[in-house]
């Protein structure tokens, strides 16, 4: 991604508005959690923008911070590129700072469009899921048209990624300078690729929207990369198939969730349509679900209840089962510094 500033001088700035938080955030932005991948941030501003202005001067202004940059939604004023940090819970925490430096909100607000950014180009058929497992598994219910899918680089000669939901990167720059977890447990320096990223565009986003995309991309990547984690993302890409075929959405997985170099004309139509089957059998399932009165996410989300009933609640809850393994085993796996 590109972005011509030091995390330091951001950090500097945040600091000004938001200490406490940005003191956490300075002093672990790097580290990463149980093994997780390092996520990448971009703040696409659909209004005239005006309340990041500040934090782009302080940055050097916007010919230097945005104009580096020439993907951006295709509605945006401007897209803000964000250092990479180590961890869904820093990416949070960097949020945050952002919110209280400008004095508005950035999760949950209509006129931003969230870009989240995971290392590693995924195969087709797992960016189908890793679109599909965070629509499922958000605590926001979206309805989508092609206009919040259009990019600047929709038609680009050199890298079109056509009117997707996910997105491989253009070929930019790339850290991969955080910690890998390898297959037996060690802690490599840096990332087994080079470059390549696989993006999703969120629109309005949550906490558990970033968590939850952060999780989904890791057990993905570690499955196709070999991984610590390739085992459980072998186990979470079966017991997804397995939800899609006995909702009969199986379908949605041979459809081009993400624009490959080989793309045939009609394939965004194909996808966009994949998209509206999955949008309305959801919200479908969400008028069912509360018609009966099932119990709410906060109380089955922690074991308590009736079985889930409906696949907003099955993959929610596959979500849970996945993100408690990981903390579960990764205490088995020695820390860096540490004997085995």
Known sequence: MSYAYRSQDLFALLQTKAPVTTATLAANFRRNEYGLLSVGLKIHCLDNGEKFKELIEGLGGAARILEVNYFKDARASLCLVLPPVGSATSAIHLVQCIEQYIGSPVLANRQIQLQLCSPGRLSARASALLGIAFYLGSDTLRRYTQADLRTTFESSFNHPRGIRLVLYDAEGDFDRNFTWWNYWGGHEPEFPFASGRTDLLIGPGSRLDIENINLVATLLVHSEYDGYWSGLGQEFRAEMEVILRRHILA????????????????????????????????????????????????????????????????????????????ERQSRLVPQAGESP
Not at 257 to 286: I, N, P, T
Not at 295 to 311: A, V
């Open 251 to 326: 379908g949605l997985l041979d459809v081009p969730w993400v624009r490959q170099s080989w793309a045939q004309f009609g394939d965004d139509d194909k996808f966009f349509a994949a998209l509206q089957e999955l949008v309305a059998y959801a919200y479908g399932e969400s008028t069912r679900v509360k018609q009966r009165r099932l119990l709410q996410f906060g109380m089955w989300r922690n074991g308590h209840g009736r079985s889930p009933n409906g696949i907003l609640e099955e993959v929610q809850r596959l979500l849970f089962k996945y993100r408690k393994a990981i």
